[in-house]
T-cell receptor, first 114, second 113 residues
């Protein structure tokens, strides 16, 4: 069964460092998303991506964040200068779009900023 | 801005009985709702969805009911099994735009043998 994969599973970084979180969405899906979940809180939408551009972004997704689809399979989230409050689980998701709304999530990357 | 709320942080049910998980929403613009199940250290797993134009959708042991006038939906699991123990999230979405999902806080379901 096709699935969304994410690497690494756990990333530890120092405050102020750049991190790149990687995702491989399901191959025939057209919409890609990043969400995050701070420990004990809700899963929050960060950004959606369609047709090689950002469709929508939340207030959380400020200038420190960027997304990219560098090739036909990978979808990345970059945080330029990490802050302590960026520590969270980051989930990538994808959906077929075109009237199919179910989003399928990856296993997540746990980001720890020290 | 709590557009989707799950007011019960936890629920404990005996194996074989019915589990009922509840969700309320404030945004009447949602076009569809989804339920996800999440185990620790894993991503949310899609369970079942319902369009806002329907009031019920069933898939095996899982049934979702939507009451638009009350802005309330519920997930029924029957019979409950030990493997159902997990955190359950409801989420609302809009067809227009980026189809982002708005999640509730989650309810931890524990199935007791």
């Amino acid at each position: 069964e096709p699935e969304v994969t994410q690497t690494p599973s756990h990333q530890v970084t120092q405050m102020g460092q750049e991190v790149i979180l990687r995702c491989v969405p399901i191959s025939n899906h057209l919409y890609f998303y990043w969400y995050r979940q701070i420990l004990g809180q809700k899963v929050e939408f960060l950004v959606s991506f369609y047709n090689n551009e950002i469709s929508e972004k939340s207030e959380i997704f400020d200038d420190q964040f960027s997304v990219e689809r560098p090739d036909g399979s990978n979808f990345t989230l970059k945080i330029r200068s990490t802050k302590l409050e960026d520590s969270a689980m980051y989930f990538c998701a994808s959906s077929e779009g075109l009237g199919v709304y179910e989003q399928f999530f990856g296993p997540g990357t746990r980001l720890t900023v020290l | 801005d709590q557009q989707v709320k799950q007011n019960s942080p936890s629920l404990s049910v005996q194996e074989g009985r019915i589990s009922i998980l509840n969700c309320d929403y404030t945004n009447s613009m949602f076009d569809y709702f989804l339920w996800y199940k999440k185990y620790p250290a894993e991503g949310p797993t899609f369970l079942i969805s319902i369009s806002s134009i329907k009031d019920k959708n069933e898939d095996g042991r899982f049934t979702v009911f939507l009451n638009k006038s009350a802005k309330h939906l519920s997930l029924h699991i029957v019979p409950s099994q030990p493997g159902d123990s997990a955190v359950y999230f409801c989420a609302g979405g809009l067809i227009q735009g980026a189809q982002k999902l708005v999640f509730g806080q989650g309810t931890r379901l524990t199935i007791n043998p």
